[in-house]
């Protein structure tokens, strides 16, 4: 009897000609893109140094596309839109040390969002690697000590003949779910030698699925059945999992209130009579989650931002489906299944029964109705308005990127994404500076579309070498830039918690005339001409700027009691 593993995939005769007679000055850097080339891998993003340059060199013999920005940082964040957007494992070409170093911020982003970002990063010579202080440019004791608790996982190689298998395993790693970003490094000396291995010519990996343990799924649907107010909250992982679809057909079949997380957004239609929405920064909301008897949580650890700043205390069962174990069951108890989103909603509604319930989408609007009458008391129309401009401007199936912002932090509870994968932010890791590169990385993977960035003045200081980027590759981008003249939330922040702001205060440059001295077209706006210009400079052909002078406000938060 022949097992499946015991099948050999026998090599074709061009296969076998091109393995015994390689082309000439080839080097380990070939290695790495015939690999990465072999896995699928269309497009990478970087920048180069020193220790790298085998890898960049042999860039010129493959048909891989190069995007290259000025920042690492920039460029992980680019990658991280890349592979947010497509699903792909993108790669990240980085130098040692230094460069290696620069893109640790991108890296705990994607990390935290689950987005497949493959870093494959060069190392001082193999003599230097062990511990030992030899003195070699960009030299650390143990480099790949920094990312281990960042990434997934972590690949050393140190000769050539591992370079295909340890970027295949990296790749496999970032592409299982939890997706993922993954460290790769190579000693500068293994990128350079000449190599006689064979042309790298395949590189199928087979990430695994995650389908949930059956006992388990039986409880969840037999609980739902059963419940007389069940409630739903859909996270990231159902966005990332393509299973919004799933999501509204149990949902309907439930009679289930759905509300999505910050980094759900999309997954439930906004305007459907089961929709809360995203309000989940506000008390109404939340009272209504604690009060349901079910409450079915798909793709979330309900973290900090998910849970209102822990203020959430479910009193009836919570039903945890989770595809990252370490969130499973980490704020509250539940019935935790650990699976992909996808694979989990499938095996519910094949098992739950239909419920009826026609005072499920009254409930939904009572609560709608107390959110926005609590936000009308507060007289944040400005704010509401410009929001709005920005919605109508944005064509429905267009990407946005938004930066940790004063917008940012309102369309995250109040913006229409209108369709899952379509709306992305930096609230996973927090970090400054993510819009704008982001929506460069977005617009390499679909230049069908239009795509807009978001970034307050401070946010924008982080990522304006990338216009140069912008400019080089021509990319489908409008950057709004809501200029307020320093770190506006933080403003906010000090002033409540101490009574006056301290360093967030920012001397900026004209941004108008920086973006045009790029190349790149730029226009004042106001927010009454908001909804035309952006409409304008989004429908234009190649980058753009739109900057906003405005001080925009925050909504009173309910957590603080």
Same mark, same amino acid.
């Given at each position: 009897?022949?097992?499946? %593993?015991?099948?050999?995939?026998?090599?074709?005769?061009?296969?076998?000609?091109?393995? #015994?007679?390689?082309?000439?000055?080839?080097?380990?850097?070939?290695?790495?893109?015939?690999?990465?080339?072999?896995?699928?891998?269309?497009?990478?993003?970087?920048?180069?140094?020193? %220790?790298?340059?085998?890898?960049?060199?042999?860039?010129?013999?493959?048909?891989?596309?190069?995007?290259?920005?000025?920042?690492?940082?920039?460029?992980?964040?680019?990658?991280?839109?890349?592979?947010?957007?497509?699903?792909?494992?993108?790669?990240?070409?980085?130098?040692?040390?230094?460069?290696?170093?620069?893109?640790?911020?991108?890296?705990?982003?994607?990390?935290?969002?689950?987005?497949?970002?493959?870093?494959?990063?060069?190392?001082?010579?193999?003599?230097?690697?062990?511990?030992?202080?030899?003195?070699?440019?960009?030299?650390?004791?143990?480099?790949?000590?920094?990312?281990?608790?960042?990434?997934?996982?972590?690949?050393?190689?140190?000769?050539?003949?591992?370079?295909?298998?340890?970027?295949?395993?990296?790749?496999?790693?970032?592409?299982?779910?939890?997706?993922?970003?993954?460290?790769?490094?190579?000693?500068?000396?293994?990128?350079?030698?000449?190599?006689?291995?064979?042309?790298?010519?395949?590189?199928?990996?087979?990430?695994?699925?995650?389908?949930?343990?059956?006992?388990?799924?039986?409880?969840?649907?037999?609980?739902?059945?059963?419940?007389?107010?069940?409630?739903?909250?859909?996270?990231?992982?159902?966005?990332?999992?393509?299973?919004?679809?799933?999501?509204?057909?149990?949902?309907?079949?439930?009679?289930?209130?759905?509300?999505?997380?910050?980094?759900?957004?999309?997954?439930?239609?906004?305007?459907?009579?089961?929709?809360?929405?995203?309000?989940?920064?506000?008390? %109404?909301?939340?009272?209504?989650?604690?009060?349901?008897?079910? #409450?079915?949580?798909?793709?979330?650890?309900?973290?900090?931002? !998910?849970?209102?700043?822990?203020?959430?205390?479910?009193?009836?069962?919570?039903?945890?489906?989770?595809?990252?174990?370490?969130?499973?069951?980490?704020?509250?108890?539940?019935?935790?299944?650990?699976?992909?989103?996808?694979?989990?909603?499938?095996?519910?509604?094949?098992?739950?029964?239909?419920?009826?319930?026609?005072?499920?989408?009254?409930?939904?609007?009572?609560?709608?109705?107390?959110?926005?009458?609590?936000?009308?008391?507060?007289?944040?129309?400005?704010?509401?308005?410009?929001?709005?401009?920005?919605?109508? @401007?944005?064509?429905?199936?267009?990407?946005?990127?938004?930066?940790?912002?004063?917008?940012?932090?309102?369309?995250?509870?109040?913006?229409?994404?209108?369709?899952?994968?379509?709306? %992305?932010? @930096?609230?996973?890791?927090?970090?400054?500076?993510?819009?704008?590169?982001?929506?460069?990385?977005?617009?390499?993977?679909?230049?069908?579309?239009?795509?807009?960035?978001?970034?307050?003045?401070?946010?924008?200081?982080? !990522?304006?070498?990338?216009?140069?980027?912008?400019?080089?590759?021509?990319?489908?981008?409008?950057?709004?830039?809501?200029?307020?003249?320093?770190?506006?939330?933080?403003?906010?922040?000090?002033?409540?918690?101490?009574?006056?702001?301290?360093?967030?205060?920012?001397?900026?440059?004209?941004?108008?005339?920086?973006?045009? !001295?790029?190349?790149?077209?730029?226009?004042?706006? !106001?927010?009454?001409?908001?909804?035309?210009?952006?409409?304008?400079?989004?429908?234009?052909?190649?980058?753009?700027?739109?900057?906003?002078?405005?001080?925009?406000?925050?909504? @009173?938060?309910?957590?603080?009691?």
């Amino acid at each position: 009897m022949t097992h499946d %593993h015991d099948l050999v995939l026998r090599p074709t005769a061009a296969q076998t000609e091109a393995a #015994l007679n390689p082309p000439p000055d080839r080097n380990g850097g070939d290695l790495v893109v015939e690999s990465l080339a072999g896995l699928g891998a269309t497009t990478v993003f970087g920048l180069p140094g020193q %220790h790298a340059l085998g890898m960049f060199d042999a860039l010129r013999r493959s048909d891989l596309r190069y995007i290259g920005l000025r920042v690492e940082n920039n460029a992980g964040f680019a990658a991280d839109a890349y592979g947010r957007v497509t699903g792909e494992a993108a790669p990240l070409l980085l130098s040692t040390g230094p460069g290696a170093l620069t893109s640790l911020a991108a890296l705990q982003e994607a990390r935290a969002a689950s987005a497949p970002v493959l870093a494959i990063s060069s190392q001082v010579p193999t003599a230097g690697l062990g511990g030992g202080r030899h003195g070699y440019l960009h030299e650390l004791p143990d480099q790949a000590a920094s990312f281990r608790g960042v990434v997934k996982s972590v690949h050393t190689v140190r000769t050539q003949s591992q370079i295909p298998s340890a970027i295949a395993e990296a790749w496999t790693s970032a592409l299982t779910v939890p997706h993922g970003p993954v460290w790769v490094e190579i000693p500068q000396d293994v990128l350079l030698a000449e190599t006689q291995i064979p042309v790298v010519t395949g590189g199928d990996t087979f990430p695994e699925d995650l389908p949930p343990r059956p006992e388990l799924t039986a409880v969840a649907a037999d609980l739902l059945s059963r419940a007389e107010r069940p409630a739903i909250v859909a996270g990231g992982g159902v966005v990332r999992a393509d299973a919004a679809k799933k999501l509204r057909q149990l949902a309907e079949r439930l009679q289930a209130p759905v509300v999505t997380t910050f980094g759900g957004k999309g997954a439930f239609p906004w305007t459907h009579p089961l929709s809360l929405q995203s309000w989940l920064e506000d008390r %109404h909301t939340t009272d209504f989650l604690e009060d349901a008897d079910v #409450l079915l949580v798909v793709g979330s650890g309900l973290g900090e931002l !998910s849970s209102n700043y822990h203020t959430f205390k479910p009193r009836g069962r919570v039903i945890q489906i989770e595809a990252d174990l370490g969130k499973l069951e980490s704020n509250h108890p539940a019935l935790g299944i650990h699976a992909d989103a996808r694979l989990a909603l499938q095996a519910l509604l094949e098992t739950v029964g239909e419920r009826t319930d026609p005072s499920a989408p009254e409930r939904v609007r009572a609560v709608l109705d107390k959110v926005r009458d609590r936000i009308a008391a507060q007289e944040l129309t400005l704010e509401q308005d410009v929001l709005a401009a920005v919605r109508a @401007a944005l064509p429905p199936g267009a990407p946005s990127f938004w930066d940790m912002t004063i917008l940012a932090y309102w369309a995250w509870s109040a913006f229409d994404a209108k369709a899952a994968n379509t709306m %992305h932010s @930096a609230q996973g890791a927090g970090g400054l500076g993510y819009g704008f590169p982001a929506a460069l990385g977005a617009a390499v993977a679909d230049p069908t579309n239009p795509v807009l960035a978001v970034s307050g003045d401070g946010g924008a200081l982080y !990522s304006v070498a990338e216009l140069a980027t912008a400019r080089q590759y021509d990319l489908n981008v409008t950057w709004l830039i809501v200029d307020d003249g320093g770190y506006g939330i933080l403003r906010e922040y000090m002033t409540e918690a101490f009574g006056a702001p301290t360093a967030t205060e920012l001397t900026r440059p004209d941004y108008v005339a920086l973006a045009e !001295s790029f190349g790149v077209p730029g226009v004042r706006t !106001s927010p009454q001409t908001l909804a035309a210009d952006l409409a304008k400079a989004l429908a234009a052909p190649g980058p753009s700027v739109v900057v906003l002078p405005a001080v925009l406000r925050m909504f @009173a938060p309910t957590h603080l009691g």
